[in-house]
């Protein structure tokens, strides 16, 4: 990547959105040179990934468990150039716990993809061998089909038009799906869940290890992200709301501030959540059509359940609950409540609609019961404190179809740009989604005026075997 384009750009370029999205957009025009201010309307960077104090315990903890893979080329970039790479540790061994409560590792041979997982697919025991051979028939056939005859097509459909059993469904395709696209499968993008198994686990050798922020995500956004930025020169503005932009001479020529300030802008990229772009758009038939396109978007719930114990419950460090209400459980180490010694386990419900209809209570004695039921002990430990939060709007929906409704980062005004995971990336809504949204978009700025730069990473590359044996390209 070229050091500069400061020769070509006047290089004043406003975000607005301190999430990844904006944060990744920041980070690549700062280095190119470019006079960068991020504006964010919390206290707080990192967007949905973000921390909260608990009022009840004085406790900083994660709205949610933010996980990344080893396929997540984009996000790793983003990391190693804010310095922050350490602050995640990398799982190289799952643990599935079975219906029947008994504990499955998994983990991969020294064996080229696509047969690295066999041995530890072929271990888990709650499934038949008849199981096993229907799924890895539909994996072969959702890996050998083209992305482009899977768009629009609904996966449920898909599943059964494969000859998957309702069981097999439950214990191996929502386990996986479920949690990677925080969607029912019924309304799931057949493409979508074709990049999960292809790019997450048939691609690569490493392509399917978990990495889990081993740091609050307040220390990891607000503070070391944050100084990072600063250090490269973006003029970082938390608790600074954008208002609105002026459109004048066929361009964007101002951000509007809460406080009546105006910000001159030689560029704008807007990388606020989809249900708030509308309103920061200026009035022009220009982007008409970018405004009937995020209007149809939906979105999903994701729950995350706290929970501190005065014992140890597993000394596993994270689980995939197979069958249950629990999906994922996160082993937080021990903690400091009250003053006293802590036990804290994150718990993990993605597409969570099921719970509107639950009280909290009744929703968090249902986690912990279940972990019981997992983990029992003959010293029951007891439960000392709770916690629940739901992310309403937390992803948008990878429905039938959803391409056509996502925008480009390129609006309909030259200097105006948006950021955002629902932006056409390819990927799903991740954090690796919402960096390459944020490199797409810093890519148009100095693009315009022919000065191009390539910020986007390329993924991990398809191992031989994988292209011999799934024909992927």
């Not at 499968?185 to 997450?200: M, W």
């Not at 629990?326 to 993990?348: C, D, I, K, P």
């Not at 937390?394 to 996502?406: H, N």
């Amino acid at each position: 990547m070229p050091s500069s384009v400061s020769d070509s750009v006047s290089g004043r370029v406003v975000i607005v959105g301190g999430g990844l999205a904006g944060i990744a957009a920041a980070t690549a025009l700062a280095e190119a040179d470019l006079q960068v201010t991020l504006l964010e309307s919390r206290p707080q960077l990192g967007g949905r990934a973000t921390s909260y104090i608990d009022k009840a315990s004085g406790e900083t903890i994660d709205n949610c468990q933010h996980v990344s893979m080893g396929c997540c080329t984009n996000l790793r970039d983003l990391c190693e150039r804010l310095q922050v790479a350490d602050a995640f540790q990398t799982e190289s061994e799952l643990y599935f716990i079975a219906p029947n409560g008994e504990c499955c590792s998994f983990s991969a041979d020294p064996l080229p993809a696509p047969f690295h997982l066999t041995r530890a697919f072929l271990k888990l025991s709650y499934l038949s061998l008849r199981e096993k051979v229907l799924f890895a028939s539909a994996v072969r056939a959702l890996a050998q089909a083209r992305p482009e005859k899977l768009l629009g097509s609904n996966f449920a459909d898909w599943l059964r038009t494969h000859r998957q059993t309702d069981r097999l469904i439950q214990n191996v395709w929502e386990v996986v799906l479920v949690s990677a696209l925080s969607e029912s499968l019924d309304r799931i993008d057949a493409a979508y869940a074709r990049k999960v198994f292809v790019d997450g686990f048939l691609s690569h050798a490493d392509s399917w290890k978990v990495e889990i922020p081993r740091i609050d995500l307040d220390e990891l956004y607000s503070q070391r992200t944050r100084a990072a930025l600063a250090a490269k020169g973006v003029d970082v503005r938390v608790q600074t709301r954008a208002t609105g932009l002026t459109y004048e001479d066929e361009r964007v020529a101002q951000v509007s501030l809460h406080n009546g300030d105006p910000l001159i802008a030689d560029d704008v990229i807007l990388a606020v959540p989809q249900h708030q772009l509308s309103a920061l758009l200026p009035s022009s038939p220009k982007l008409d059509s970018l405004r009937q396109q995020v209007s149809q978007l939906e979105t999903a719930p994701i729950t995350s359940v706290h929970l501190w114990y005065d014992r140890p419950l597993t000394a596993l460090p994270h689980a995939v609950l197979v069958g249950r209400l629990s999906q994922w459980m996160f082993n937080r180490g021990q903690r400091t409540l009250n003053g006293e010694s802590a036990h804290y386990y994150q718990v993990v419900i993605s597409a969570s609609r099921q719970l509107r209809e639950w009280s909290q209570e009744d929703a968090i004695a249902a986690v912990a019961a279940e972990l019981r039921a997992v983990w029992p002990s003959h010293r029951v430990p007891k439960l000392l404190h709770s916690r629940m939060i739901t992310e309403r709007r937390a992803v948008f929906s990878v429905t039938p179809g959803i391409d056509a409704l996502r925008p480009v980062q390129q609006t309909g005004i030259e200097n105006l740009q948006i950021a955002g995971d629902y932006t056409q990336t390819g990927w799903p809504a991740t954090m690796e989604g919402a960096v390459i949204s944020g490199y797409l978009a810093a890519e148009n700025v100095p693009r315009r005026l022919g000065r191009p730069l390539q910020i986007v990473r390329p993924g991990l590359p398809f191992a031989g075997l994988s292209r011999w044996c799934l024909g992927l390209k």
